[in-house]
């Protein structure tokens, strides 16, 4: 049987109830779990916001309304290409989740490198990618790939852990360990997305995690860095951080946005 690796790390000082109030901040938006009623163009809304600001935290200079036109910087338009497959992909992530991460690369990467970089995890042979800015020296390949397969089979293991936990340790294991060439933040942040979507959080995935941690970025590469460097505290911090992102992206949800307009 697979350890619960998830388990104590969501027992970490101010975790739990950091991860209560976000999933509350969640429930209050669909209505305490009865699961508001959400038309599919809130769906859509929601994911290309959350592509806006995954790409503009990548380094995209485009506005949401530029990206709602046609994104033509490639990060923003392979964030947007990823919003097309991803409650398709998420119920997977539980499941074949280095399939999920690979597809999620292939769609984002798709103008950023060779066909044959698409969906690639990085060799031995190829140089370290540097592709989000503030973090160390990625790991080497064979780090990589021990690592981001312990993951994929604690991911399809039980855990006691709050879904919010799991999806923040998915998020920061790909944005460190940088197993593609390209596009790690991007998958990274999708990742962490379809996770909420298929952990039972944010099931009709109409909040805005990226915005949060846009809003945040701040924090971002700093949380990573203090994530990589391997203490307990660096794990707790970033954990505590994207519950806070988690509570923001339930906040500039396009359903809110629509109720204060009045519509």
């Known amino acids: ?18 991860a209560r109030a976000a999933r509350d901040a969640v429930d209050v938006l669909l209505r305490d779990r009865g699961l508001r009623k959400v038309g599919s163009d809130m769906t859509t ?40 497959e991803l409650m398709s992909l998420a119920p997977q992530s539980n499941k074949t989740p280095v399939q999920v991460w690979t597809r999620l690369h292939q769609l984002a990467a798709a103008e950023l490198g060779g066909e044959d970089q698409l969906g690639h995890l990085r060799t031995s042979r190829e140089p370290l990618p540097d592709d989000i800015p503030g973090l160390p020296e990625a790991p080497g390949a064979d780090e990589m790939w021990e690592r981001l397969h312990g993951l994929a089979r604690a991911l399809s293991g039980p855990t006691s852990a709050p879904g919010i936990v799991v999806a923040a340790i998915v998020h920061a294991e790909l944005a460190v360990l940088r197993p593609f060439p390209t596009a790690n933040g991007l998958v990274a942040r999708a990742a962490e997305r379809a996770l909420l979507v298929a952990r039972g959080i944010d099931p009709v995935s109409v909040t805005v995690p990226e915005l949060g941690h846009f809003e945040l970025a701040g924090s971002y590469a700093q949380g990573l860095r ?28 396009p359903l809110n946005i629509s109720a204060q307009q009045g519509k």
Request: aromatic share 4%; proline share 2%; hydrophobic share 45%.
């Open 1 to 18: 049987m697979t350890a619960d690796v998830f388990e104590p790390l969501a027992t970490l000082e101010g975790v739990g109830s950091a």
């Open 226 to 253: 203090d994530y990589a460097a391997g203490g307990l505290t660096g794990v707790r911090d970033w954990l505590l951080r994207s519950c806070e992102v988690v509570a923001l992206g339930a906040e500039r949800s």
């Open 45 to 84: 809304e929601a994911l290309l916001r959350g592509a806006h600001a995954s790409a503009a935290l990548a380094g995209s200079q485009e506005t949401l309304e530029q990206v709602r036109r046609g994104a033509t910087d490639p990060r923003a338009a392979g964030a947007v290409r990823m919003t097309g």
